[in-house]
């Protein structure tokens, strides 16, 4: 019984996080996008910032790619890792030219989002727990099985 519970929890966590990575996606890839126009919100934004046009274009590609990265499990966590990136860039520049306490938040909520969501992903969680070896892996599928039965 407790194997199922957490085969279970374990496929719940799963979903979770595909919703999670839509949700990011969808806000990152639009962010990403609106700053390709120049003239746009963002252009004026970056100038009063002191960064140059490339720069927002930069940001933008990185968004709008780190964005769709997120949704590709085997670069996912690597995608997550370049947005959190932006994040911190994005709050550091927010807190030396003045930002207000929501705008401080939010920007942090995502970093650290990001940073969640690099870390569940497989790839980031084999550097920091032991990989499994194939023998154990077996033999807990095997437990599996018996208790199924």
Same mark, same amino acid.
């Given at each position: 019984?407790?194997?199922?519970?957490?085969?279970?929890?374990?496929?719940?966590?799963?979903?979770?996080?595909?919703?999670?990575?839509?949700?990011?996606?969808?806000?990152?890839?639009?962010?990403?996008?609106?700053?390709?126009?120049?003239?746009? !919100?963002?252009?004026?934004?970056?100038?009063?910032?002191?960064?140059?046009?490339?720069?927002? !274009?930069?940001?933008?590609?990185?968004? !709008?790619?780190?964005?769709?990265?997120?949704?590709?499990?085997?670069?996912?966590?690597?995608?997550?890792?370049?947005?959190?990136?932006?994040?911190?860039?994005?709050?550091?520049?927010?807190?030396?030219?003045?930002?207000?306490?929501?705008?401080?938040?939010?920007?942090? !909520?995502?970093?650290?989002?990001?940073?969640?969501?690099?870390?569940?992903?497989?790839?980031?969680?084999?550097?920091?727990?032991?990989?499994?070896?194939?023998?154990?892996?077996?033999?807990?599928?095997?437990?599996?099985?018996?208790?199924?039965?």
């Amino acid at each position: 019984m407790q194997l199922r519970d957490r085969h279970l929890h374990q496929r719940i966590r799963k979903v979770l996080l595909v919703l999670f990575a839509l949700y990011f996606t969808i806000m990152f890839v639009k962010n990403g996008y609106l700053k390709f126009d120049p003239e746009g !919100f963002w252009g004026p934004a970056f100038e009063r910032w002191g960064y140059p046009v490339w720069f927002l !274009f930069f940001i933008g590609v990185l968004e !709008f790619g780190g964005g769709l990265a997120i949704l590709v499990p085997r670069i996912a966590p690597y995608g997550a890792l370049v947005l959190a990136v932006v994040m911190l860039g994005a709050l550091v520049t927010r807190l030396i030219h003045g930002v207000s306490f929501g705008d401080a938040s939010s920007i942090t !909520f995502n970093m650290v989002a990001m940073l969640l969501l690099a870390y569940e992903h497989e790839p980031i969680k084999s550097l920091v727990y032991k990989k499994e070896s194939s023998a154990d892996s077996q033999l807990e599928r095997g437990r599996i099985e018996e208790s199924i039965r």
